[in-house]
């Protein structure tokens, strides 16, 4: 009787029981399976993602690279300029920071030459002090400053940003100081800056004061970060002068323009 008891017992419950476990283990490995392939589709996904940005990023190299060494076969100043002007358009930092060593260095080899020959070594100087420059902004850019401001104007974030820091070619002084305000807009506010020299024929295009900040008057929002800069940059000390601001028509979107001429 027991024995006819437990029989039914087992029909009755163990093996819907164990039907029901199985069925669970089925779906629990089923779904362990489905999150490790999902685990795998995602590490193929990011390791092709990688790859492509490698790849995208060794092209932009190679191009770059072509370019200037293009440019420097005339072995002159103004070719070591275009050159410089070519890198300072490469949004890469690593790219940048090689192809600017890149460029040091060749146009070192070029002043060694000419030097033998008796030929004037300014407009080289000036190119190679242009790239120094260029690399020690990219050093800010790169490594911002941990360090607090001394002072209750805290700098403006400016991620996303692009600033270009304008300086009058006809005062020597003018691309150190440059250098240092664009170091410091780029250690201390995030944004990317680059360098770049206007000629005294342009300069009413492109200045109203000593030093200014143009800012597009088709963005409010823009002119408020404008404000900030002025005021972050004034509180910093590094010129006489004050920053001014000015309006102007073109708007390239999260972009400003600093001059530098003191």
Not at 12 to 21: E, R, V, W
Not at 141 to 150: F, H
Not at 180 to 191: D, E, F, L
Request: a negative charge.
């Amino acid at each position: 009787m027991a024995e006819k008891n437990k029989s039914t017992f087992m029909k009755d419950y163990g093996i819907p029981l164990i039907a029901i476990i199985a069925s669970i283990l089925a779906a629990f490995m089923s779904f362990i399976t489905s999150i490790s392939q999902n685990t795998l589709q995602n590490d193929i996904a990011k390791f092709q993602e990688e790859q492509a940005k490698k790849e995208f990023r060794l092209n932009v190299y190679i191009k770059s690279y072509d370019l200037v060494e293009k440019a420097l076969e005339d072995k002159n100043a103004p070719a070591g300029e275009f050159a410089r002007r070519v890198i300072s358009l490469v949004e890469d930092d690593d790219v940048k920071q090689g192809l600017l060593d890149y460029l040091k260095l060749m146009l070192q080899k070029v002043k060694e030459e000419q030097s033998k020959s008796g030929i004037a070594q300014e407009d080289l100087e000036l190119v190679i002090a242009r790239a120094e420059a260029d690399q020690e902004v990219l050093t800010a850019q790169t490594q911002p400053s941990s360090s607090n401001v001394n002072n209750e104007n805290a700098p403006p974030d400016l991620h996303g940003w692009r600033i270009q820091v304008m300086y009058c070619e006809r005062q020597r002084e003018a691309l150190e100081n440059a250098t240092t305000v664009a170091k410091t807009i780029a250690s201390y506010t995030g944004a990317k800056c680059r360098l770049t020299s206007v000629s005294p024929n342009s300069e009413n295009k492109v200045s109203n004061s000593p030093i200014n900040i143009n800012y597009s008057k088709k963005d409010n929002g823009e002119r408020k970060k404008a404000e900030a800069l002025a005021e972050f940059l004034n509180s910093q000390g590094l010129s006489k002068e004050e920053f001014k601001l000015r309006k102007v028509n073109t708007d390239f979107g999260d972009h400003m323009s600093v001059y530098v001429c003191p």
